[in-house]
């Protein structure tokens, strides 16, 4: 499935035109973030992320601050001493810290380029699980390793643990040990197959693994196993721990406790929404969530509070502004400002967390893909709260509205539409790949982007037929239209143009600069394009390209969308980023040969509309502007435009959150120039 995708916007009024970029810098949210393991070293805990990178605490978690390792994809940490961490990431193998995380170097001597997914330690060895290479195995602090694999018959190694002199290892299909330091070793299973193994713990109840089917525990050295199955779900246990005298184990959606070694558990109620990680310090026991961020206890897991104070490590998934709130949804849940990320609030609902693919407005709601099915999110004087809204057993991946209709993009079962209530109709007929990654609406045609390249319907989805004679990949991931100009991103096939409204297409970005592009944000006459490596744009309607990632943190870019005064950049680790629009408003001589020839102004789009639309309009001089709405009676409803600016090709957001259904009607005057077009708003 895709996780890529194109969003309507509904932005609040901002008139622009651009050309160049300063420097971004992080909105310091939303905070949390999902866990991918921690480690203690002295009074210092450190918590990594995948795509966040490793971030550090030396107060208990009341703050945290990024260590040397941002923004990178790092599975596990493991500590060696008061100073010595070691890191395994996807791209870079192991990196070493001996200066409390302010440098990291890689230490991969011996070892091939593939991701290391988990460490142990004992005495003066140290064991490395790689995805695909078995383990490996160093007796000089990391310096150098030797492969240690003999033996194992799955060589995808999700987990380590010593316990004695034995080390056992979870791979992908059980559970294998060794008892001679890694050089042999045996399957433990006794032929109960845990697949995948995802954690190994010991404690004096005996060995304990999580698996994908379940928790399992063995008192005689891993020969035999005995699922644990009373009170504990059959799904997927990530982690254990002890504190105390009792024993936890950390889910993909909660945090259970048992009293008497693993014999009988209980939800430990802990609001935690899963736990993926477990360390210890000062008597403090800190728990990696799935989604949100790091909760502390200090009374051996009674009971846990949230500390995430600087802890930046979200994945973006999606965006929408909607009226004067922008809402991002992230890999743990909602959040929402009305600041432009100088403040956000956890929106909680009744959702239990999870990641939130796309948004959409409807009417006076917000519609949400949580993976499953569809929510709808609605204000009132207790803030938001979330009611199902259909497809309740539907992977979506993406969501779209075009006046008063709703569409659904999914990952397996193609698009459906949605006109009021919960009901569903499916749009498949000519579709021949059903998992679709965005939506773009151009007049009364609608495009798709899927795994098999573009399709468009001309009659609302009723039939479709395939668009994507010149690209040569499969994956869209992203699509903007404008007049008969679209555009596609295509992963690492870069962008695509069409000038005939989608029947062929040239390159237009082809990925030099090794960028994987996953969406493209159309304004005026320039372009924005985010993905894997950065930001691009274009002011020559994509004939060339210049980067524009200066100061992001995290090139990592999923997601762009403009929020007030604001260009926001959603990152696969460390959340929001932003940079001012003032700040990239092209002069006269910016827009050097591209000026417009003369003075236009365009019908508004989309029209119909339901709550906003974009109003284009092109300065071929310096001018006085004033752009105004009015209703049907003449009365002024808002001014979007009243000042002077520069030649160029500008938009302005119209935003008819607040207002009742009808035509309105908008008018330009700049210089001697006048038109008044209409424009029709749909509740």
Known sequence: MSNNRLFILAC????????????????????GGIVSSMTTAGSTVYVCFWGGGVFSTTNGGTTWSPTGLFASYVHAVLATGASTVFAGTGPQGVLRTTDGGATWLPVNTGMPNVPVACFAASGSGLFAGTQGRGVFRSTDNGDTWVQTSVGLTDTTIRSLLFSGSV???????????????????????????????????????????????????????????????????????????????????????????????????????AN??????????????????????????????????????????????????????????????????????????????????????????????????PVFGVLSLSSGGGGWSASPAGLNDTMVSVLASSGTAVYAGTAHNGVFVNTGGTSWSRLNSGLTDSSISCFAFRGSDIFVGTGSGVFVSTNG???????????PVSQVNSIAASGDTLFAAAGMGGIYRSTDGGSNWSPSYAGQTGVWVNTILYLGRTLLAGGFGGILFSTDFGTSWTPASTGLGNPQVRLIAISGSYLMAGTDGNGVWRRPLSEIVTSVAGLKGNLPAEVRLDQNYPNPFNPSTTIRYALSARSRVSLNVYNMLG???????????????HEVKFDGFNLASGVYFYRIQAGSYTRTLKLTLIR
């Open 635 to 649: 009365q002024l409803v808002s001014t979007l435009v009243n000042q002077t600016e520069e030649a160029g090709y």
């Open 272 to 369: 935690t929404y899963g736990i993926r990680a477990f360390t210890a310090s000062g008597g403090q026991v800190f728990a990696g969530s799935n989604g949100h961020g790091v909760f502390r206890s200090s009374d051996n897991g009674a009971s846990w509070t949230q500390v995430n104070t600087g802890l930046n490590g979200n994945q973006v998934w999606s965006f929408l502004q909607f009226g004067q709130t922008f809402f991002a949804g992230t890999g743990g849940g909602i959040f929402s400002t009305t600041d432009a990320g100088a403040s956000w609030t956890e929106v909680d609902a009744n959702m239990t967390g999870g990641v939130i693919f796309s948004f959409a407005p409807s009417g006076s709601n917000v519609l949400v893909a």
């Open 461 to 471: 989805g009723s039939s479709w037929s395939a668009a994507s004679t010149g690209i």
């Open 12 to 31: 609040v009024f901002t008139a622009c035109a651009y050309s160049g970029f300063g420097q971004w810098v992080s909105t310091g949210g939303p905070e």
């Open 167 to 269: 080390l056992y290892a979870g791979t992908g299909s059980g559970v294998s040990r060794s008892t001679d330091n890694g050089a042999h070793w045996a399957e433990a299973d006794s032929g109960i197959r845990l697949i995948p193994n995802n954690t190994l713990f010991a404690s004096s109840g005996g060995l304990y693994a999580g698996a994908a089917n379940g928790a399992f525990r063995s008192t005689n050295g891993g020969q035999s196993w005995v699922p644990l199955t009373n009170g504990l779900p059959s799904g997927e246990v990530d982690v254990f721990d002890t504190a105390g005298s009792s024993l936890f184990a950390g889910t993909g959606n909660d945090l259970y406790v048992s009293p008497d070694k693993g014999a009988s558990w209980s939800s430990a109620h």
